[in-house]
């Protein structure tokens, strides 16, 4: 990926002056929107090879399925577009649900512990962001360390036990709905929406953007790029704690063993969506819809009745073409 | 300009390649949706990654032909993969199937995706692990049967296996899965209530259902016990560790092992003079079980509330006949649900 080392800030006001034919001759529009491109082009598909695909009731299913990955994602944005990678994700929303777990079995209430998995996995961001920023480690490196230590730190405070939770609120918040919207649904949309409102209309996300473009550059500026990679990796943090909640209302149970295709998922997603692993460039809602591309793919599948040993090839086949076609559009 | 037409021609022509992929994949293996709807019966059993599994699906695919309903098998791709599982149901939950088959990964992890299943009014079969009683309630499900292994009394059985194969009693070591988990605590439960009183239990160890897990702790268990007899292991995956242990030991023979599962690699063990007896499970009559419990269902038949599937002794006396037979019993069982279907 040969690209330039000035950050890139398509700003949307910009953008917006470009009649319709500059903007569909932009690459960069087409990297961004490859997911969203393919996920019409996916619903069309299965629309057509699946009565079923199209009702009321599997869209509805879709989109609370995509809603863990999606504010997972929208994290893994964050940290991918200051340069950085956070492998600790699946592990920080383990570890983060059994913290919820073990507040609700010695008898906490649930409010209680919603904060505390919240703030659980803020504390794995901030030393995540601490050894980045500070610490000087390489990302790939700290957040390995922190994947490791946050799995195990999900088996210790657990005792390697999952805990039953049985409350009425969880389950609300996994089966309700307001209106046509589940809360997953909704939840994950405010996401979306807060962190695209972060990225493009607040200073904080245009330093992001500048860190993550040309570190150097942007310290030269007088951005304190350090404190902008602690912020990331902080949101990813507490990101992950939200979907802790919303995973162990889900299962209904907190469970201590990781499910590292969360991780490897939200990383699919942000190529997905376009975002360019060397930071700087990149747009919120790209990844998203990543995240839901990846969702409708298994969910179509399974309709479909494909055996779920040829599913992985297929989610694989289209993270890659969807690389290849960024590639081939830069 | 001439560039970017050129790229999205060819982008185009990508997706259009995975589209005609994920179409034909489709097509290959499309043994359910479409045709008309209520007596078709979905199956969201676990990772078909563990032989165990695999035979349950081939019961369900084998009954379903026997029987003559269509059913679709859907599984999770591991053993963590909770969400996963429920994203699977939640999409089969919302076609038009007559009878749902579950296994699911945890007590609770399908229950929210039960709850329109239930509300529909549609019979739900619980398999192998059972969904807590505790959260279906608090959900407002309803399940119509169990159909699973009484895991205390298999631990029963093989204690009864071990008083044979130790006639004078002695040292046993027991070899259990993960901390905590309830079938293997029921297993070492049953065994533990079963052995007379010649036989003592020196140890107690958590090999978290690992082959590799279970060969180290088995290692270390029989360096500190040197007049160790017998071991009890929880399942045959890592029973077949605890024998290579002893081999590695050199006491082939002078230590027994009795596991549980049923698993062919262990039966051929047995066969091979090295694992002493497995009580043997049978998911491929679970999984058959179940597509019989949907059909009386269907048929508007009251089902019972539970029912224990098979378990038989697999010794080297029987051990021929069981390889003969497998995935499905050597013997005849108990089976409500063949009566109802008469």
Redesign the interface.
Known sequence: MEQSNTPVTALPAQAERLSWRERLSDPEFWINWTAVIALAVLVIIFGIASPAFLSFGNIRAVLVAAALLVILTVGQTFVILTGGIDLSLASTMTWAGVVLGQVVAHGGPIGLACLLAIIAGLLVGLINGLLVAWGRIPDFIATLGTLSAASGAALIFSNGEPVTIVSTFLLQLATGSLGPLPYFVLIALLVVLLGHFLLFYTRFGTHLLATGGDAEAARAMGIRTAGIKLAAYLLAGGLAGLAAILFTARIGAAEPAVDTSYLLNSVAAVVLGGVSLFGGRGTIAGPAAGALLLTVLVNGLTLLGLSQFYQPVVVGLAVVLAALLVRYWR | ?CR?SL??R??LI??A???V???A???A??????SSGSTQVAAVIKG?DNPFFQAMQRGIQDEARTVGVSV?V????S??????Q???L???????YGCYIVNPI????L??AL??VSQAGKPIINIDNPI?A??AQ??GIKISTYIGTDNISAGHQAANEMAKLLPTGGKVALIGG???DVTSQQRLQGFSQGIPATIQIVQTVAADWDRQKALTAAGDILRAHPDLKGFFVANDDMALGVVRAIADAGKQGQVKVVSVDGIQDALKSIQAGQLSATVSQYPYTIGAMGVEACKAALAGKTLPAKVTAPVLVVTSDNVAQALASFPKPFSSYVDPFQDLLK
């Open positions: 300009m970017q790229m999205t060819m982008s990508l997706l390649v995975l589209g992929i994920i179409t994949c489709g097509g293996s499309s043994s359910g949706s479409g078909l679709t859907q599984a999770a791709t053993i963590t993969d909770t969400t996963g429920a994203d699977k939640q999409a089969l939950a919302g076609q038009n945890s007590g609770t992890n229950v929210q709850a329109p807590s505790q959260a608090a959900a993960i901390a905590g």
